[in-house]
């Protein structure tokens, strides 16, 4: 069950080194439908920050049921920004599946299994992996492929549950991964199981060139402290891209 978690956005404090993090409340706010569910449900983006900044896109829900990210984007869609960080939030891709507490989408497919890269046919509707009829075949997809396209994030965070885990990286990939892993107290662990073709944020790094792409794996629950600090992680890792950037 989603906690409310708007009530904590003002109280974020964004801290780097022990120095207060400039920011602003204002700079940017809109709101785009960048496509529609199997059942017509919008799929809604929100935009904030700093126009031409570090693009840092942050996406609540693929898997219907795993829907704690929500609480994260609540916060952030009202927290202050830091200067230089253009974020988009993404609160849920999947609003069929979400709306039936389910993983799939109306079309019993795992959205996370339908990205057109390395897509790999994977089943039949009734299993949990179902991998759809070919590669990008869901609205839900093909409305992610355009609008990330569009957008060229510099780092997407998608979420899921529950291992509570973030698998490790290497170069600054694996820096941006420490070091939401230390703020937001999720250990950094390998994730193993399932089958792993079509995925979203293999899709996406080998499709952008210089972006960053990884799964934060929240827990079974998300406290009210625990999406705060969540919130304040993506903030913090967005600050951090934009400092190895100009390096």
């Given at each position: 069950m989603r906690l409310t978690a708007l009530a904590l956005a003002g109280s974020l404090l964004l801290t780097t080194g022990g120095s207060a993090i400039a920011a602003t409340a204002n700079a940017n706010f809109e709101k785009r439908i960048i496509g529609k569910s199997v059942e017509g449900r919008d799929i809604e983006a929100y935009n904030r920050g700093t126009k031409g900044g570090?693009?840092?896109?942050?996406?609540?829900?693929?898997?219907?049921?795993?829907?704690a990210g929500l609480d994260i984007v609540d916060i952030l869609r009202s927290a202050e920004i830091p200067k230089g960080v253009d974020?988009?939030?993404?609160?849920?891709?999947?609003?069929?599946?979400?709306?039936?507490?389910?993983?799939?989408?109306?079309?019993?497919?795992?959205?996370?299994?339908?990205?057109?890269?390395?897509?790999?046919?994977?089943?039949?509707?009734?299993?949990w992996q179902y991998a759809g009829t070919s590669r990008a075949s869901e609205p839900e997809t093909q409305a992610m492929v355009k609008f990330i396209r569009e957008i060229k994030p510099d780092l997407s965070i998608w979420y899921h549950q529950d291992l509570n885990i973030?698998?490790?990286?290497?170069?600054?990939d694996g820096k941006l991964r420490a070091r939401y892993s230390q703020l937001s107290g999720i250990p950094l662990k390998r994730i193993t199981g399932g089958k792993y073709t079509g995925v979203a944020v293999t899709w996406q790094r080998s499709t952008l060139a210089n972006a960053y792409?990884?799964?934060?794996?929240?827990?079974?629950?998300?406290?009210?402290?625990?999406?705060?600090?969540?919130?304040?992680?993506?903030?913090?890792?967005?600050?951090?891209l934009g400092s190895l950037k100009r390096k």
């Amino acid at each position: 069950m989603r906690l409310t978690a708007l009530a904590l956005a003002g109280s974020l404090l964004l801290t780097t080194g022990g120095s207060a993090i400039a920011a602003t409340a204002n700079a940017n706010f809109e709101k785009r439908i960048i496509g529609k569910s199997v059942e017509g449900r919008d799929i809604e983006a929100y935009n904030r920050g700093t126009k031409g900044g570090t693009v840092v896109l942050v996406i609540g829900v693929i898997h219907g049921n795993e829907d704690a990210g929500l609480d994260i984007v609540d916060i952030l869609r009202s927290a202050e920004i830091p200067k230089g960080v253009d974020l988009w939030l993404v609160p849920s891709m999947n609003p069929d599946g979400e709306a039936r507490d389910i993983r799939k989408n109306a079309n019993s497919v795992d959205l996370n299994r339908n990205f057109p890269f390395n897509w790999g046919k994977i089943g039949k509707p009734d299993y949990w992996q179902y991998a759809g009829t070919s590669r990008a075949s869901e609205p839900e997809t093909q409305a992610m492929v355009k609008f990330i396209r569009e957008i060229k994030p510099d780092l997407s965070i998608w979420y899921h549950q529950d291992l509570n885990i973030i698998s490790p990286g290497t170069g600054n990939d694996g820096k941006l991964r420490a070091r939401y892993s230390q703020l937001s107290g999720i250990p950094l662990k390998r994730i193993t199981g399932g089958k792993y073709t079509g995925v979203a944020v293999t899709w996406q790094r080998s499709t952008l060139a210089n972006a960053y792409a990884f799964v934060v794996e929240l827990g079974p629950t998300l406290s009210s402290a625990q999406a705060a600090l969540n919130a304040k992680a993506v903030l913090d890792v967005a600050v951090f891209l934009g400092s190895l950037k100009r390096k």
